[in-house]
T-cell receptor, first 111, second 117 residues
Framework: KNQVEQSPQSLIILEGKNCTLQ??????????LRWYKQDTGRGPVSLTI?????NTKSNGRYTATLDADTKQSSLHITASQLSDSASYIC??????????FGDGTTLTVKP | GAGVSQSPSNKVTEKGKDVELRCDPI?????LYWYRQRLGQGLEFLIY????????KSGLPSDRFSAERTGESVSTLTIQRTQQEDSAVYLC???????????????FGPGTRLLVL
């Protein structure tokens, strides 16, 4: 069964600190892994997309890593800002275009 | 039910026809979202309902798309005069109300796979 598990479920950090969110998956056959950021009351916005051959990708202060062997991904946020408070969703797709969604990690950045 | 349910699971229609997709959220979840996902693409936000507030329709791609929600329960997404470009998976998600701490999780339904011929 295709599954995407994210941890932690929620996280609270102080502004300026770094944090790392985890995503483990059992989706097969793997096509790509995406991290989304979802702000309050809005739809999710894509942060990074990684295919099998990519093991790291950055988007500003967001850096995603992918280990396709262990089927793990992480999203690292550096120098967090209040605007980083959001839910972060890991989504893994098969090459047939079927996506499996993680439940997301809710990040709260406090001043 | 235990989770968000959507129906039908698959729908094949002819170009120009109207379709109606249904979403049953988790009981007690006042927030409900519709997303579209084209093959190999990411999620596209369509519309968001939160309780009795006016829905956020900013993601609806055209006036052919509309959605309704009865109270805090069932929602229907209607696509009029379907086009081939509407072919996608339509995902519904529900969650507890947004709080100041933002500590809710969206629960997605299995989606409706729409194919417009």
């Amino acid at each position: 069964k295709n599954q995407v598990e994210q941890s932690p479920q929620s996280l609270i950090i102080l502004e300026g600190k770094n944090c790392t969110l985890q995503c483990n998956y059992t989706v097969s056959p793997f096509s790509n892994l995406r991290w989304y950021k979802q702000d309050t009351g809005r739809g999710p916005v894509s942060l990074t997309i990684m295919t099998f051959s990519e093991n790291t990708k950055s988007n500003g202060r967001y850096t995603a890593t992918l280990d396709a062997d262990t089927k793990q991904s992480s999203l690292h946020i550096t120098a967090s800002q209040l605007s980083d408070s959001a839910s972060y969703i890991c989504v893994v797709a098969t090459n047939a275009g079927k996506s499996t969604f993680g439940d997301g990690t809710t990040l709260t950045v406090k001043p | 039910g235990a989770g968000v349910s959507q129906s039908p699971s698959n729908k094949v229609t002819e170009k120009g026809k109207d379709v109606e997709l249904r979403c049953d959220p988790i009981s007690g979840h006042t927030a409900l979202y519709w997303y579209r996902q084209r093959l190999g693409q990411g999620l596209e936000f369509l519309i968001y309902f939160q309780g009795n507030s006016a829905p956020d329709k900013s993601g609806l791609p055209s006036d052919r798309f509309s959605a309704e929600r009865t109270g805090e329960s069932v929602s229907t997404l209607t696509i009029q005069r379907t086009q081939q470009e509407d072919s996608a998976v339509y995902l519904c998600a529900s969650s507890l109300p947004w709080t100041s701490g933002g500590e809710e999780t969206q629960y997605f339904g299995p989606g409706t796979r729409l194919l417009v011929l």
